[in-house]
């Protein structure tokens, strides 16, 4: 990504950072906090360059020709470490950031000071982001870190507080419809779809292209429950029952791989310290679990996702009588028998009641199937009370 084109993505984070560089008040330690893929690591590259360069052309810009630059842009600068998530966790190695700071300890090569960049910082574990925290209370003058993360309420509080947070902002439309059609190749219909449930999201635009014959899989089937209102209920019961045991096969996956990577672990540690030993492997099952509980709150805030979209195009052609306006175009004749069939204040009620169990199921935990099947039948239901959803509330204890 070039100079220009982090101008256009991020305009206010640029615009930020170039004022903290002019008054000289660039903390050591920076976190650039991402919505998800929208330019961070590009920014921090710029920056790290930046920083680096031997006659920059302006704040911000490197000359890009000095031999800081060349050494730079061939990933060659001796004073640039750049620390990666790996393997099966796609987490921090202790040993990278072991490796990284040991490396601050030697004197500038170039004398331009040094810079390293961590990304999804939200890796870090325990014990090396400790080890860490020392080096940033004690720093040594002309170092920088630039830590990005699209997690950072997962930073350690003690970390958050020694560095200065850039926050990201999300793509505006526009820009996030070039990229997408560049670079994810989908046009159309698809574009559109992907685009707008997206939201300015890059991370979420990627998910959704990859997963895009899921989704309207998911659509689909969504409204073919509803259309037949008088008997919607043991579908949305199967529906729901086969949405708990795909979730339930991918756990047991994630649980096998983990296991594994767990056994691998122990092996590889046989020579420590038992309590040593124990401390690292109970460290690694905390990060485990907290890695699939995340994947299991995008896959299920997917589904609520679908299904909010979905009531905003019934709503929407309820009150435009316009199908060219549809999001789900492929869904056109569909959509228009629910919206024949579900009056405007049913619609806006469906889409509150997503609002009151969207959160709590995601977040705290509450078994989907039974929230999707009272979701489902209350939609279908013609009488105002919201007994079906109430059981399922009731039921799953949210
Ligand atoms: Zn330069």
Known sequence: MTYAELKKYQPEAVELLKKAVEANRLSHALIFASPGEVGEAALGMQLAQFLLCESPKSSLEPCGECKSCRLFLQSGHPDFHEVKPKGLLRAIKTDDM????????????????????????????????????????????????????????RLLPTIKSRCQIFRMKPFSDDVLRKKAEKELKIKGEDLNLVCTLASGRWR????????????????????????????????????????????????????????????????????????????????????????????????????????????????TYKSTADENLLLHKFLKSAIVRLADKYSENEVIRNLNNINIVRGPTVYLNARLDIILQGLLAQAASKSDELAPLKAAITATGL
Request: glycine residues 2%; positive net charge; without cysteine.
């Open 204 to 315: 979420r635009a990627v998910q959704l292209s990859k997963d895009i014959k899921k989704y309207k899989n998911l659509v689909q089937q969504l409204t073919a429950i509803l259309s037949d209102r008088d008997n919607a209920t043991t579908p949305a019961v199967e529906f729901a029952q086969k949405i708990a045991k795909t979730k339930k096969a991918e756990r047991k996956k994630f649980e096998d791989e983990s296991k594994k990577e767990i056994s691998a672990k122990r092996k590889v540690l046989s020579d420590l310290d038992p309590t040593v030993r124990k401390e690292i492997i109970a460290e690694l099952e905390m990060q485990l679990k907290s890695e699939q509980g995340a994947l299991e709150r995008d896959e299920k805030a997917g589904i609520f996702e679908a299904m909010d979209a979905l009531w905003r195009d019934v709503l």
């Open 98 to 153: 072991l490796t990284m700071i040991k490396s601050l300890q030697n004197t500038s090569h170039s004398g331009y000071g040094k810079v390293s960049i961590i990304h999804q910082a939200e890796t870090l574990r325990k014990e090396s982001a400790n080890r860490f925290l020392k080096t940033l209370e004690e720093p040594t003058s002309n170092t920088f870190f630039i830590l990005l993360t699209s997690r950072v309420e």
